[in-house]
């Protein structure tokens, strides 16, 4: 008998009996796999033996876990269940509306909309029907409204949400509040019957929305407002003025929503300084210091941009929530530990299953942290896997702060606090007593060491370990009885050093002495360390190390293609990740045989390998995707040969076969090959009139391989081209092509990328009106300066996050640690280098395609001021009609968003869509 039927029946036995205790753990156990005719089956039984109110409770409560951890389907169950015997034996408190809110959440999760309705709309005439007041009454109601807007019905929807009180605060629903709050308008034109009553509760509640929803629920209202008559809009003001207290007299319309018609000009302060012979203008120099001029111009900025983006959007706007995405679980202590984002959360949690590809409970749960602006980073689980200590940043920031707890699902906080601590993984000490971490201090944050934190104690008393040089970056590493540190150093080459862990009189010695390299330890094992390295090898290569002796010996050779990842296996050998030309290939390596490992993903040419890890012998695991292929987790059994599915979004994979991906080659102006990746919708015709969108980096080792994005997805199913270029500074093609890409190299990546561009308006897939160019940070660099070079090449360019100021870089934060790649201008000949290209030392007054600047408030990696500055020379350099808008994002840093959604990326498609024609 299957397990799921044993638990059923074990669960029967017990309620048959008035046993509910002994009937609740075998019920939740076979709660996920209930066939329809058990369900009617157990429903039966339950109601009959009137079960007690504390049972109902716990399987609610279970309903509410399984929905945490992202099996709707199991939720579902549980909360029917729980629905049916509280309706069956009218027992009707705020469990009842607490259990229909979430099936109606759960139900349209999985979209089963008419569903969800029936069981909102029971539930509320319930509530009418026996007078019924409750905080989950007004919860109920939301979530009717919510479903109703979904389905487009729109006076539906204005019904629910008219039967909320003024007062209820619903804060507590989080991000689908606020999205519902902003979304609404939206549909306002469709329901002038019901818009007054709307807007009421609306702007009565305006307060109670944060940031970036606020400003784009005020750009709305505003929106609608210019849209009926003067006499309309005088009853709507008169109809607030008398529906709050004279405490909130300052309700007034026309005083709350201001949004400028124009972008606001930036004041221009002449500031010249000489740079090696030479004057350098800098008009906007006082934006790199924040005050409130500069705050109230970047509202002004922001405010306008919303507006003009509001009325440009499309079907993008409503593609608000990633697929849900797995990391390679791992097994440790008979559990499976992963990360989760799930589709309704833009946020990581970590959580454990007791199977390989079971569903998870949370360990750490985002819809906690995100109420304190927070977003999970990283972690790490003790030896004897019951302390788990990660690493969180706040508001997008780069900065982490470290905390533990025992590694179960509502275990508190300990009261260690760990702070200072910047991109860094926490390693646990082998007896588990305390960690190893990685603290950044001095004046400047410019020196990090390496420190220890006995539990119970405070920071302030740890020891350092290790302490690296100034500009060096520092990790840490337990592998068996060994503390191994890497020191990277600025210009990517690196050095490894080891000692005993449990001897702390012995000295760290140093692998690999006295070389030039980029290396790092992937185990250590019999007394020697196996080291993947560019030593000699610039497409790597795998050594082994004699700890005693220092003898060097090559494990895996340096071959064609790039060696990226090793993966040792028990008695199986290795498995081996190559690229080259931003493809991914894996290979198991036995003695002197090589046999390549299938992919699982649809196009194997075209694909992207990460996370290749061992599970348990002889298993490995990876997760794959490309382009237009969301990522798929996969096991391999090196014996028999058989791949497995281990996870993959079955929502996402659809349609992934309307989509081709190919490589095309062009030639750049000093004769170096030039690949560019193109996506597109198959059998397209290429007439020079596609929609299309080119991208790419160039820098910092970081290869343009194939990974799968929900906006780039979306771009190809409404009909656009999605093209990314290879250029050199990143790592395709090896460590030579990376340092091809660096100081006096960079200016011909920004022709390289002007080449790739024409390249694909020579092959007919677009033409300069119909061609959008977009980038971030090192890309956004890119992006910008190929703009300035050839503005008639473009019709839409975006830019997130990107470096602008080219001379004063280096003097924000850590950016000085970029010199080895950029060149400084402290240097005469890095200066005239760098003024060639430098973004915003190039902006002269001229007609500029339409321009989207995208900032993050919080980066502390690369400074807003940047796009502030750059963003005010263009506007008052624009010679032609097209619009250059300043987007910044509250709560949002370069890489982290604080776990809240992030706008960018619609904005981003909506603009680049409305420039290049795009049709949806």
């Known amino acids: 008998m299957p397990a799921s039927r044993k638990n059923l029946q074990l669960a029967i036995d017990a309620v048959l009996g008035g046993e509910f205790e002994k009937a609740y753990a075998p019920l939740t156990s076979a709660a996920r796999e209930l066939r329809t005719p058990d369900f009617k089956r157990l429903l039966r039984i339950c109601t009959a033996q009137e079960v007690d109110s504390q049972f109902i409770h716990r399987l609610a409560e279970k309903g509410?876990?399984?929905?945490?951890?992202?099996?709707?389907?199991?939720?579902?169950?549980?909360?029917?269940?729980?629905?049916?015997?509280?309706?069956?034996?009218?027992?009707?408190?705020?469990?009842?509306?607490?259990?229909?809110?979430?099936?109606?959440?759960?139900?349209?999760?999985?979209?089963?909309?008419?569903?969800?309705?029936?069981?909102?709309?029971?539930?509320?005439?319930?509530?009418?029907?026996?007078?019924?007041?409750?905080?989950?009454?007004?919860?109920?109601?939301?979530?009717?409204?919510?479903?109703?807007?979904?389905?487009?019905?729109?006076?539906?929807?204005?019904?629910?949400?008219?039967?909320?009180?003024?007062?209820?605060?619903?804060?507590?629903?989080?991000?689908?509040?606020?999205?519902?709050?902003?979304?609404?308008?939206?549909?306002?034109?469709?329901?002038?019957?019901?818009?007054?009553?709307?807007?009421?509760?609306?702007?009565?509640?305006?307060?109670?929305?944060?940031?970036?929803?606020?400003?784009?629920?005020?750009?709305?209202?505003?929106?609608?407002?210019?849209?009926?008559?003067?006499?309309?809009?005088?009853?709507?003001?008169?109809?607030?003025?008398?529906?709050?207290?004279?405490?909130?007299?300052?309700?007034?319309?026309?005083?709350?929503?201001?949004?400028?018609?124009?972008?606001?000009?930036?004041?221009?302060?002449?500031?010249?300084?000489?740079?090696?012979?030479?004057?350098?203008?800098?008009?906007?120099?006082?934006?790199?210091?924040?005050?409130?001029?500069?705050?109230?111009?970047?509202?002004?900025?922001?405010?306008?941009?919303?507006?003009?983006?509001?009325s440009m959007e499309r079907d993008f706007s409503k593609i608000e929530r990633p697929r849900e995405s797995r990391s390679v679980p791992w097994i440790h202590h008979d559990r499976w530990f992963y990360l989760l984002e799930p589709p309704d959360e833009p946020g990581q949690s970590l959580c454990f299953s007791r199977t390989l590809a079971g569903h998870g409970t949370r360990i750490i749960d985002h819809k906690i942290l995100v109420k304190n602006n927070e977003e999970l980073q990283d972690y790490a689980l003790s030896a004897d896997g019951k302390l788990v200590a990660f690493a969180v940043s706040q508001g997008g920031s780069d900065w982490w702060t470290l905390r533990i707890k025992l590694s179960e699902a509502d275990a508190d906080l300990m009261e260690d606090t760990l702070s200072n601590i910047r991109h860094s993984s926490p390693c646990w000490s082998s007896d588990g007593s305390g960690l190893f971490y990685v603290y950044v201090e001095g004046p400047d944050f410019l020196v990090q060491s390496i420190r220890f934190h006995l539990l119970g104690t405070n920071q302030s008393e740890?020891?350092?370990?290790?302490?690296?040089?100034?500009?060096?970056?520092?990790?840490?590493?337990?592998?068996?009885?060994?503390?191994?540190?890497?020191?990277?150093?600025?210009?990517?080459?690196?050095?490894?050093?080891?000692?005993?862990?449990?001897?702390?009189?012995?000295?760290?010695?140093?692998?690999?002495?006295?070389?030039?390299?980029?290396?790092?330890?992937?185990?250590?094992?019999?007394?020697?360390?196996?080291?993947?390295?560019?030593?000699?090898?610039?497409?790597?290569?795998?050594?082994?190390?004699?700890?005693?002796?220092?003898?060097?010996?090559?494990?895996?050779?340096?071959?064609?293609?790039?060696?990226?990842?090793?993966?040792?296996?028990?008695?199986?050998?290795?498995?081996?990740?190559?690229?080259?030309?931003?493809?991914?290939?894996?290979?198991?390596?036995?003695?002197?045989?090589?046999?390549?490992?299938?992919?699982?993903?649809?196009?194997?040419?075209?694909?992207?390998?990460?996370?290749?890890?061992?599970?348990?012998?002889?298993?490995?695991?990876?997760?794959?995707?490309?382009?237009?292929?969301?990522?798929?987790i996969y096991s391999f059994n090196l014996i028999s040969r058989k791949i497995a599915t281990v996870f993959e979004d079955n929502k996402s994979q659809e349609n992934v076969d309307e989509f081709v991906t190919r490589q095309i080659e062009g030639v750049c102006t000093d004769g170096s090959r030039l690949p560019v990746f193109v996506c597109h919708k198959k059998n397209i015709v290429l007439d020079g009139s596609n929609p299309t969108w080119v991208t790419g980096y160039g820098g910092f080792r970081i290869s343009a391989s194939p990974r799968y994005d929900w906006s780039i997805s979306s771009w190809l199913s409404a009909g656009g081209i999605y093209a990314q270029v290879i250029l050199r500074g990143g790592l395709e093609f090896g460590t030579d092509w990376y340092q091809r890409g660096r100081l006096e190299g960079r200016p011909q990546t920004i022709k390289d990328f002007i080449t790739a561009a024409e390249l694909l308006i020579e092959h007919g897939y677009t033409s300069s009106t119909h061609m959008a160019a977009a980038g971030g940070s090192n890309g956004g660099l890119l992006v910008g300066a190929a703009m300035l070079q050839r503005p008639e090449l473009f019709s839409a360019i975006v830019v997130r996050d990107g470096l602008f100021d080219m001379l004063r870089y280096h003097k924000f934060g850590l950016a000085w640690q970029w010199k080895e790649f950029y060149g400084s201008a402290e240097d005469p000949e890095q200066f005239r280098m760098l003024m060639s290209y430098s973004p915003l030392h190039n902006v002269k007054p001229a007609v500029y395609p339409a321009t989207l600047i995208q900032a993050a408030i919080n980066d502390d990696r690369v400074y807003p001021c940047h796009s502030m500055k750059f963003a005010a020379a263009l506007q008052n350099a624009q010679l032609g009609d097209a619009p250059v808008l300043l987007r910044s994002y509250v709560n949002e840093g370069h890489s982290a968003t604080g776990g809240n959604f992030s706008y960018a990326g619609t904005d981003k498609l909506a603009f680049m869509a409305c420039f290049t024609g795009l049709k949806n």
């Open 64 to 310: 509410a876990d399984y929905c945490r951890e992202g099996d709707y389907d199991a939720a579902i169950r549980a909360c029917i269940l729980v629905y049916q015997l509280l309706i069956t034996q009218r027992k009707a408190g705020d469990l009842l509306f607490w259990t229909a809110s979430l099936l109606g959440q759960c139900l349209s999760y999985t979209g089963k909309n008419r569903e969800a309705f029936d069981y909102l709309e029971q539930a509320l005439s319930l509530a009418t029907e026996e007078s019924l007041s409750s905080p989950y009454l007004q919860e109920c109601c939301f979530r009717a409204s919510q479903v109703a807007l979904a389905n487009e019905d729109i006076a539906l929807a204005a019904k629910y949400f008219a039967q909320i009180n003024a007062d209820t605060d619903l804060k507590s629903l989080g991000n689908d509040y606020e999205r519902f709050m902003m979304d609404f308008p939206i549909h306002w034109r469709a329901a002038d019957s019901v818009v007054e009553a709307v807007i009421e509760k609306f702007v009565h509640r305006l307060d109670d929305i944060e940031g970036d929803y606020r400003l784009r629920a005020a750009v709305r209202i505003k929106t609608y407002l210019s849209t009926v008559s003067p006499e309309q809009v005088k009853n709507l003001l008169n109809k607030l003025r008398e529906s709050v207290d004279s405490g909130s007299a300052a309700l007034d319309l026309t005083a709350r929503l201001r949004i400028p018609d124009t972008a606001p000009r930036a004041q221009v302060r002449e500031y010249t300084e000489e740079l090696h012979g030479v004057q350098v203008q800098d008009s906007y120099r006082w934006m790199e210091q924040a005050d409130d001029e500069r705050e109230a111009w970047c509202q002004g900025q922001n405010a306008y941009a919303v507006a003009r983006l509001i």
């Open 462 to 632: 740890d020891t350092v370990v290790f302490r690296g040089k100034k500009g060096e970056g520092l990790s840490v590493q337990l592998f068996g009885d060994y503390l191994v540190v890497l020191v990277l150093k600025t210009d990517y080459n690196s050095r490894i050093f080891l000692r005993k862990e449990q001897d702390s009189t012995c000295k760290f010695r140093e692998v690999l002495r006295g070389v030039s390299a980029y290396s790092w330890i992937v185990r250590i094992s019999e007394g020697k360390a196996y080291v993947l390295t560019n030593l000699n090898a610039p497409n790597f290569r795998f050594i082994s190390i004699d700890l005693k002796t220092g003898r060097k010996r090559d494990v895996i050779a340096e071959s064609g293609e790039i060696l990226s990842r090793v993966a040792i296996t028990t008695d199986c050998g290795m498995v081996a990740a190559y690229q080259w030309s931003g493809r991914d290939r894996l290979v198991q390596i036995v003695g002197d045989s090589q046999v390549e490992i299938p992919s699982g993903i649809g196009d194997a040419s075209y694909l992207t390998v990460t996370e290749l890890t061992e599970l348990t012998p002889p298993e490995i695991a990876w997760r794959a995707e490309g382009y237009t292929s969301p990522a798929k």
